[in-house]
Nanobody, 115 residues
Framework: QVHLVESGGGLVQPGGSLRLSCVVS????????MGWYRQVPGKKREFVAK???????YYTDSVRGRFTISRNDDKSVLWLQMSSLKLEDTAVYYC?????????WGQGTQVTVSS
């Protein structure tokens, strides 16, 4: 089975930066879309960023220009570089990969933006 492990979350001041990582193991073929989602208490999980099979990224409006999604060539590691962080970015961030016909999720990593 596929296993995803996120890391890199923590406490950061407004305007600061963090880089999240997601290590992917156990896949039997190259993933299709890979992405990041986030969730805050009382709200549904929200799309943040994704990168497709040929490396094209896409972002939700609220993070475009501040966050950068990337991956290594063999698609075993996914990153989210987060800069100019705002209080509203506080959430648990989840890694997601699609390997048709299945979708896989990590356990999440907490990002807290606070002064």
């Amino acid at each position: 089975q596929v296993h995803l492990v996120e890391s890199g979350g923590g406490l950061v001041q407004p305007g600061g930066s963090l880089r999240l990582s997601c290590v992917v193991s156990g896949s039997i073929r190259s993933p299709d879309t890979m992405g990041w989602y986030r969730q805050v208490p009382g709200k549904k999980r929200e799309f943040v960023a994704k990168i497709n099979s040929v490396g094209l990224p896409y972002y939700t409006d609220s993070v475009r220009g501040r966050f950068t999604i990337s991956r290594n060539d063999d698609k075993s590691v996914l990153w989210l570089q987060m800069s100019s962080l705002k209080l509203e970015d506080t959430a648990v961030y989840y890694c997601n990969v699609d390997v048709d016909p299945s979708s896989y999720w990590g356990q999440g990593t907490q990002v807290t933006v606070s002064s």
